[in-house]
């Protein structure tokens, strides 16, 4: 079953992208900051097959956890898809650059983030 | 008339910490709240439901908001207290000083709006791009 890895600091974001994915054939890991997820990747034998990350985190916001992803060997290929209230063009071209996969502005709804993960990992 | 200013000041300062204090609080309320009723769910084990994915989002955009609100009266606060400090040890620069503080609060001020922007997110229509 494809991992997929969702990445936000705030834990009724993590609650809504959980009960919008329960139904999915996938494996669904959740951290609440950037450092754990890195350090999950770290040790995990298992990388993720997504990465689904918010913009707005203390310490480390998505586009430098996107910088990390990118400098690691298991995740240098990762698709990682950002999943904001930011629409700024400039944030997504910096996205972009660092080779982001996507980008799902809040308030998402349950189909519309299921059909996005399903077209990253073709599960359909 | 410079010990009426710090008073008014010291009192402004008071009203924007118990703002402070309250958000935080409402915030955090808010938080447990959802966080309660999903694990409501949960325990009774019901499935999917738009509406509720739609409130937890909506709760999250709602904690942020005030979070920058909040700093931005945390950044009025130490503003009001550079400014009454220099009140009592530089009271020959008072023009300068109060203009410092004019720029201090309109900074702090803007980034609020911005954040204010950065976390409201779509107003309607839904947005997924791939690149």
New interface residues.
Partial sequence: MPIVMFVDDSETALASTKIATQNMPIEIKQFLSAAEALEDIGDASAVPDLIITDLNMPVMNGLEFLKELRGIEATKKTPVLMLTTETKDELKKQGKALGLTGWIVKPFNPAQLQAAINRVLRLE | MMEVNVELLSSLEDVFEHIIDVQKDVEKRS?DS??KI?EL?KEREI????R???A??????L??QINATSEAMEGIVKSLRTYKKSLKEDSGNISENITKLEQNLKRSLQEAKDKKS?????SGE??????
């Avoid at chain 2, 499935?47 to 738009?50: E, K, M, S």
């Avoid at chain 2, 950065?118 to 779509?122: E, N, W």
Wanted: aromatic share 16%; glycine share 6%.
């Fill in positions: 938080k959802f966080l999903n769910l499935g999917l439901d738009d509720f994915v739609e937890l989002q909506n709760q999250d955009i904690s942020q950065a976390f409201s997110g779509h839904e947005e997924v791009e791939f690149f």
